[in-house]
């Protein structure tokens, strides 16, 4: 890579830190953002810098064993997990981690960000899994995220954050913005006390412009419920879009529980078939009935 070039990525990183900074995507040290240079080495962010201070000197370059081979900073400590993503995602050149709020309020509660309510979503990233949980800055958290990245541009990370990953700096930053208005979107109709979610059929119409809009989606939804794993990583993506023969726009039917069965629910409405059929477990029954029961006597 010319020096030009590199010069350019180290100015876009940098611009890209200070946009996740004043947008509080990021606070105080948060937050890492690297590059592919070549076939041998990558740019990233420096450990303890905020990234809304960073100059283009500060950049680290390393290999992909993350060892150093220039700069006078320490790379960033979570350097691990990009590298896991490098190695599964051939067609990735750019990693961005960060903990904007409303985002990694959905990670802390456990509630992914896979529902069908967005037509922008559902032809730019998709679904919105979480990752399990894992310490930060250790090996824990590059193996919770493989599961994941082969399917999935973007994701959260259980009580921690969120990682997009794109062919630039900008674009995965981009899908960063993407989820955190998702975020807020989905968390104010659920205050409201509703979603309508996209039906299926519509969201496989969606699903067939990503052409026209010159989207390269990393995998397609999935059509078995059973089949979305294999070899211990997820292989296509999972979307709640109910089944309707003729609406377009179908309300959920689970909005108005909030007790332990009403993600086993949504589940099961997610895994319909054809014939409306839903099935539950007795605990998940019970669990509908007692919070049924909750609901009637407040």
């Known amino acids: 890579m010319s020096t030009r070039i590199e010069e350019q990525l180290r100015a876009e990183i940098v611009e890209v830190g200070r946009r996740m900074y004043a947008r509080g995507y ?4 948060d937050g890492n953002i690297s590059a592919r ?36 900073r320490k790379a960033s400590s979570e350097l691990k997990m990009h590298l896991e993503i490098y190695r599964n995602r051939p067609d990735v050149n750019a990693v961005v981690h960060a903990h ?76 960063m913005e993407t989820i955190e208005h998702f975020a807020k979107i989905s968390l104010v109709a659920r205050l409201l006390g509703r979603e309508h979610l996209i039906s299926r059929e ?16 990393p995998a397609p939804l999935c059509t078995d419920p059973n089949d979305t794993i294999a070899a211990g990583q997820v292989v296509c993506q999972v ?6 023969p003729s609406d377009r726009l179908v309300p959920d039917i689970t909005a108005g529980l909030s007790g332990p069965g009403a993600g086993s629910l949504r589940a099961r409405v997610q895994a319909a078939s054809s014939k409306g059929e839903i099935r539950l477990t007795y605990a998940e029954l019970t669990a509908l009935i007692v919070d049924a029961v909750k609901n009637l006597r407040d």
């Open 202 to 217: 519509e969201v496989e119409r969606l699903q067939g412009l990503r052409g026209t809009y010159g989207i390269t989606a």
């Open 37 to 72: 240079l070549d076939d041998a080495r990558l740019l990233t962010t420096p450990t303890a810098v905020s990234k809304g201070y960073m100059t283009p000197d500060m950049m680290v370059v390393v290999d992909y064993d993350g060892n150093r081979i220039s700069g006078e």
């Open 100 to 175: 904007p709020p409303l985002a990694t309020g959905f990670a802390v509660a456990g509630i992914p960000l896979t529902r069908a309510v967005l037509a922008e979503v559902i032809t730019t990233l998709g679904s919105i899994p979480i990752a399990e949980y894992a310490t930060p800055s250790t090996a824990e958290l590059p193996e919770a995220v493989r599961k994941y990245i082969n399917a999935h541009d973007g994701m959260l990370l259980a009580n921690h954050g969120a990682v997009t990953c794109g062919d630039s700096v900008t674009a995965a930053y981009h899908k």
């Open 26 to 29: 990021v606070a105080s040290n």
């Open 239 to 244: 979307l709640e879009s109910p089944a309707s």
